[in-house]
């Protein structure tokens, strides 16, 4: 039974190239969260997602940062022109449907996270 | 706005003896729900415990237990008999309940725990 999935674990670019962040969610699960970490911080919330909805995405900085999660495939998180500052672990973390009858279908479950550093 | 306040940057615990965990949070909210995560070395997060802020019995899971006081807003974690292995970044975290629908976690800023042999 795997885990949250997250590709890749490091990724480095350079200023004003982009980054995709890939993640996919535990079987069964079609409720995906981003997360961004810096150094020395708790996690911030960024956006919630549905397969082919954005249901949530009022920590996800108003420009050059989106997110999909198709009905086919893994959730992207894509940053364009990214920046020094945009340097951080991003995590991605996964929930089941709340129709199902489980007793933690309210409880996240967290990929091993994608460190993103900006040159 | 909900926030979580963890008073305690960083602490330490003989192995095998016990160590609580401080954590805060403010919300107008009735019903939520409570976690406490680990972030070992390897930056996993991994969940600790969880608990329904309905429910009046406090978690507990195996040595980790909470000490949930609603009125308060209080919401520590003890670690009893502390192994090397939960050496790790420890994060309280908030969720609203929307009644059946999801919602995102706020985090407090985390207490990093070091375990000494």
């Known amino acids: 039974n795997a885990g949250v999935m997250q590709n890749p674990r490091h990724l480095v670019r350079r200023r004003g190239q982009e980054a995709r962040l890939r993640c996919s969610p535990m079987?069964?699960?079609?409720?995906v969260y981003w997360y961004r970490q810096l150094p020395e911080e708790g996690l911030k919330f960024m956006v919630y997602?549905?397969?082919?909805?954005?249901?949530?995405e009022s920590g996800m900085p108003k420009e050059r940062f989106s997110a999909e999660f198709p009905k086919e495939g893994p959730s992207i998180l894509r940053i364009q022109q990214v920046v020094r500052g945009d340097s951080a672990a991003y995590f991605c973390?996964?929930?089941?449907?709340?129709?199902?009858?489980?007793?933690?279908?309210?409880?996240?479950?967290f990929g091993p996270g994608t460190r993103l550093t900006v040159l | 706005a909900q926030t979580v306040t963890q008073s305690q940057p960083e602490m330490s615990v003989q192995e095998a003896e016990t160590v609580t965990l401080s954590c805060t949070y403010d919300?107008?909210?009735?019903?939520?729900?409570l976690f406490w995560y680990k972030q070992p070395p390897s930056r996993q997060m991994i969940l600790v415990i969880r608990?329904?802020?309905?429910?009046?019995q406090n978690a507990t899971e195996n040595r980790f237990s909470v000490n949930f006081q609603k009125a308060a807003k209080s919401f520590s974690l003890k670690i009893s008999d502390s192994q090397l292995g939960d050496t790790a970044m420890y994060f309280c975290?908030?969720?609203?309940?929307?009644?059946?629908?999801?919602?995102?976690?706020?985090f407090g800023k985390g207490t990093k725990l070091s375990v000494k042999p």
């Open positions: 973390a996964s929930s089941a449907p709340t129709f199902k009858a489980e007793r933690d279908t309210d409880t996240q479950y």
């Open positions: 079987k069964g699960h079609s409720h």
């Open positions: 997602l549905q397969k082919e909805n954005i249901i949530d």
């Open positions: 919300t107008s909210e009735s019903n939520y729900y």
């Open positions: 608990q329904e802020a309905y429910k009046q």
């Open positions: 975290a908030f969720m609203r309940n929307y009644g059946g629908s999801q919602g995102n976690l706020i």
